[in-house]
């Protein structure tokens, strides 16, 4: 119960980093191609 208890947390703040990471690379690659097209 501890385990299953403690991994949702350090799951949910990986989670969000990536999730985080991933949107600033998609920003970086859309907002030049909407620029230049």
Request: hydrophobic letters at 45%; one cysteine or more; aromatic letters at 24%.
């Amino acid at each position: 119960m501890r385990k299953c208890r403690a991994f949702p947390s350090g799951y949910a703040k990986n989670h969000a980093e990536r999730y985080w990471i991933k949107r600033e690379i998609f920003f970086l690659i859309l907002l030049p191609s909407v620029y230049f097209f």
